[in-house]
């Protein structure tokens, strides 16, 4: 599915490095502004410890994770809003990805190269801030224009949007995204439709150094205290470290690394799971001998949807789905001993999928 965040930051703060430690991709990484110009884009492995508990219990042939897509958007420089830099090309890169990944450079390092001169999160997070804000005013600014134009006609919907345009502009002029904005739902649709980057839901992640990894360091309480006021999560990752846990070959050396350095996971496994949930995606199940494989799909999606992940064919002539609990299989052990202990749900084309579900559906084309 077409679902995918992007990362974003200043050049030089890790991106291409986290970047291929999320994915095994090898992106260029590399000690000079706008090594990454192109944007790259990979699919990450979603971690799901649920997938060891049902190979464990259906012994398939074969266990598939769910992916999602993630793209490394060319590093972005003050002006980026008027051209300057690859301004142009970093803004238009992120108006086609669904959450934003904001890496924030909070280590010191003589031999990494700043493109302001200094190691400042505050100052680098405001600088991106800014540039999409001003592209954001931009854009409210052109629907704007045909809105009143509507409105002059006595269109008392096109009257009620040029004042929510109004309200939007005014809080973008404050410095504040449009993600922070409060709107009713009759305002959702153009909101909606003028596609604001600011409006975008954000993580951010805090590249530190490998001693700074558990507690933090005095950057990360600075850009903390900054956003207190924010909705938004803050994980805190050493690329290096990701980057030298992605080179090693085996589980078992990864374990090792991961004991060695005090790490109960891979930072970037909490990366991936915390984009899932701001991109608003659940996961359900299939489970048979051939293979268990985990489905993504938007919280919220009824049966016909879900089912046309796997299959359009599925989704067009979906009849009706069996629906086991993921609790319910761990505690009965099968499907036929949920079947037995009357545990089995048959649900239809209204039913909402939720995270965790099993599901074996009946269609006809």
């Known amino acids: 599915m ?4 992007g990362i974003v930051g200043l050049p030089n703060v890790g991106k291409s490095t986290l970047f291929n430690a999320l994915t095994n991709a090898k992106a260029l990484a590399a000690n000079f502004p706008f090594a990454t110009k192109e944007p790259n884009v990979g699919i990450i492995t979603v971690p799901d410890s649920r997938l060891d508990t049902l190979e464990k219990l259906v012994n398939p042939q074969k266990v598939i994770p769910t992916t999602v897509e993630i793209v490394d958007i060319a590093g972005l420089i003050k002006g980026a809003s008027k051209g ?42 405001e600088i991106i801030d800014t540039e999409l804000i001003l592209k954001d005013l931009e854009t409210v600014e052109k629907r704007m224009e045909k809105l009143k134009k509507a409105a002059k006609g006595g269109d008392k919907a096109a009257v009620r949007d040029v004042e929510l345009g109004q309200s939007i502009y005014a809080h973008l002029e404050k410095g504040e995204p449009a993600r922070s904005m409060s709107i009713d739902e009759d305002g959702l649709d153009i909101y909606h439709d003028m596609q604001l980057l600011t409006a975008k839901p954000i993580l951010y992640v805090c590249n530190v150094d490998e001693d700074s990894v558990h507690t933090g360091n005095k950057h990360v309480e600075a850009f903390k205290k900054a956003i207190e006021n924010e909705p938004a999560e803050v994980i805190l990752v050493s690329a290096q470290i990701e980057a030298d846990i992605a080179e090693l070959e085996t589980k078992e050396e990864r374990q090792e690394f991961l004991e060695d350095m005090g790490l109960n996971e891979p930072g970037v496994n909490r990366v991936i799971l915390a984009s899932y949930k701001l991109l608003d995606l659940i996961t359900y199940f299939t489970a048979g001998e051939k293979e268990v494989r985990a489905w993504t799909v938007r919280k919220g999606a009824k049966g016909p949807e879900a089912a046309g992940v796997i299959h359009t064919d599925f989704e067009k002539g979906f009849i009706r789905a069996q629906v086991i609990k993921y609790n319910d299989f761990v505690e009965f052990g099968s499907e036929a001993k949920v079947k037995e202990a009357g545990k089995l749900g048959i649900e239809g084309k209204e039913y909402v999928v939720a995270d965790g579900d099993i599901m074996h559906f009946l269609f006809n084309v």
Do not use: T, W
């Open 2 to 5: 077409a679902i995918k965040s």
């Open 84 to 125: 300057e830099g690859l301004g142009n090309q970093f803004l238009a890169n992120i108006r086609e990805v669904n959450a934003i990944i904001h890496v924030i450079r909070c280590f010191d390092n003589d031999n990494v190269i700043h493109v302001d001169g200094s190691v400042d999160p505050v100052r680098d997070k």
